[in-house]
T-cell receptor, first 114, second 116 residues
Framework: AQTVTQSQPEMSVQEAETVTLSCTYD???????LFWYKQPPSRQMILVIR??????QNATENRFSVNFQKAAKSFSLKISDSQLGDAAMYFC???????????FGTGTRLKVLA | GAGVSQTPSNKVTEKGKYVELRCDPI?????LYWYRQSLGQGPEFLIY????????DSGLPNDRFFAVRPEGSVSTLKIQRTERGDSAVYLC??????????????FGPGTRLTVL
């Protein structure tokens, strides 16, 4: 069975600085999808960025980018120019192409310091 | 348009009671998911609907949990004989069809269930 591990329960970053959140996963599949979700205190989860395993190029969305290392089964999220509004829980998630089930990690709480 | 809505936002019940949690997905979204999020954890998959049918209910923890989506829009998660361990935030998400390449899931704000 696939698993997703987020080893950093909490991270802090100074406003305008860069922070990287870690995620590792375990799978025997060669094709899959990876996601980062943001959950602010309002509880409403928002998709931040996604990566398809067959694509070698790392996904980017404005200030958010990923470092996808398929061989190492690592999928980290880099947030550049951190803003106060980035403060939230961040969840890494995995999905197999043949199923509908998303597997989430335990999350990393990001604090942004003014 | 409106996003995914869930009612009630909070529900307090007593052990052994029956509860229903409602999810209104985004209009036109055929795929609908239910998740359970316990304190300090990530969302845990419960069930997935494609249209009216449950395409994958492998995440439902036991037969006390049941979900329906009779007209392919609104869904109700039903929990019988609630236990204190059922206390959690129940999240609903919807998307365009989820077969093949996954479309973006849009989440609701969740229902916080507390079983006393």
């Amino acid at each position: 069975a696939q698993t997703v591990t987020q080893s950093q329960p909490e991270m802090s970053v100074q406003e305008a600085e860069t922070v990287t959140l870690s995620c590792t996963y375990d799978t025997s599949e060669s094709d899959y999808y990876l996601f980062w979700y943001k959950q602010p205190p309002s509880r409403q989860m928002i998709l931040v960025i996604r990566q398809e395993a067959y694509k070698q190029q790392n996904a980017t969305e404005n200030r958010f980018s990923v470092n996808f290392q398929k061989a190492a089964k690592s999928f980290s999220l880099k947030i550049s120019d951190s803003q106060l509004g980035d403060a939230a829980m961040y969840f890494c998630a995995y999905r197999s192409p043949g199923t509908y089930k998303y597997i989430f990690g335990t999350g990393t709480r990001l604090k942004v310091l003014a | 348009g409106a996003g995914v809505s869930q009612t009630p936002s909070n529900k307090v019940t007593e052990k052994g009671k029956y509860v229903e949690l409602r999810c209104d997905p985004i209009s036109g979204h055929t795929a609908l998911y239910w998740y359970r999020q316990s304190l300090g954890q990530g969302p845990e998959f419960l069930i997935y609907f494609q249209g009216t049918g449950a395409a994958d209910d492998s995440g439902l923890p036991n037969d006390r949990f049941f979900a329906v989506r009779p007209e392919g829009s609104v869904s109700t998660l039903k929990i019988q004989r609630t236990e204190r361990g059922d206390s959690a935030v129940y999240l609903c998400a919807s998307s365009l069809s989820s077969t093949g390449r996954p479309n973006e899931q849009f989440f609701g704000p969740g229902t916080r269930l507390t079983v006393l």
